[in-house]
T-cell receptor, first 114, second 111 residues
Framework: AQSVTQLGSHVSVSEGALVLLRCNYS??????LFWYVQYPNQGLQLLLK??????LVKGINGFEAEFKKSETSFHLTKPSAHMSDAAEYFC????????????FGAGTRLFVKA | DAGITQSPRHKVTETGTPVTLRCHQT?????MYWYRQDPGHGLRLIHY???????DKGEVSDGYSVSRSKTEDFLLTLESATSSQTSVYFC??????????FGQGTRLTVV
């Protein structure tokens, strides 16, 4: 079955530092990949998506992610963290060998220190 | 924002009682999903629908059933609620493998 693994359930960075959230997927066929963000007591919002066009994808709020087929990875980065980035981030996959269903990773909670 | 409404937003129920959660969309998307969110598990797929009266099980479907009699409505029923079903439930919609849009969630507590 198709799956998504997010390395690190919690990541803490200082304001202004680089944010790196890791995501690896398992699929023999390149799937569609997504990053979602969830703020407290809210639903999920789409940050960015990879749909087989450019491998470097830019999203909202200064985030970007790079699809690396050889590493089956789709890591999320932001050059400079802001306090407002504190939230939970979910990597997700659809398509590939899993059909249209969207499968989520366990999530990574990002803490930003002043 | 995508037009997705979940009701109720909060519910407390007793063990052994049936509970139905409703998801209503105004986007005419074909696919609808129910997920539950629990700490350390992310979002886990309970059931999904790929059309009116077309539904299938996800990874955590035991104890849950669904129905979709109209494109816009997707109901999730806990047949006999247990404490392990205390969770936050999210409905989502999509058009195939494109991104999913989420409702605001329903916080269910089973006592």
């Amino acid at each position: 079955a198709q799956s998504v693994t997010q390395l690190g359930s919690h990541v803490s960075v200082s304001e202004g530092a680089l944010v790196l959230l890791r995501c690896n997927y398992s699929s023999s066929v390149p799937p569609y990949l997504f990053w979602y963000v969830q703020y407290p007591n809210q639903g999920l919002q789409l940050l960015l998506k990879y749909t087989s066009a450019a491998t470097l994808v830019k999203g909202i709020n200064g985030f970007e992610a790079e699809f690396k087929k050889s590493e089956t990875s789709f890591h999320l980065t932001k050059p400079s963290a802001h306090m407002s980035d504190a939230a939970e981030y979910f990597c997700a996959v659809s398509g590939g060998t899993g059909g249209f269903k969207t499968i989520f990773g366990a999530g990574t909670r990002l803490f930003v220190k002043a | 924002d995508a037009g997705i409404t979940q009701s109720p937003r909060h519910k407390v129920t007793e063990t052994g009682t049936p509970v139905t959660l409703r998801c209503h969309q105004t986007e005419n998307h074909r696919y609808m999903y129910w997920y539950r969110q629990d700490p350390g598990h992310g979002l886990r797929l309970i059931h999904y629908s790929y059309g009116v009266k077309d539904t299938d099980k996800g990874e955590v479907s035991d104890g849950y059933s669904v129905s979709r009699s109209k494109t816009e409505d997707f109901l999730l029923t806990l047949e006999s609620a247990t404490s392990s079903q205390t969770s936050v439930y999210f409905c989502a919609i999509s058009e195939g493998t494109k991104e999913a849009f989420f409702g605001q969630g329903t916080r269910l507590t089973v006592v």
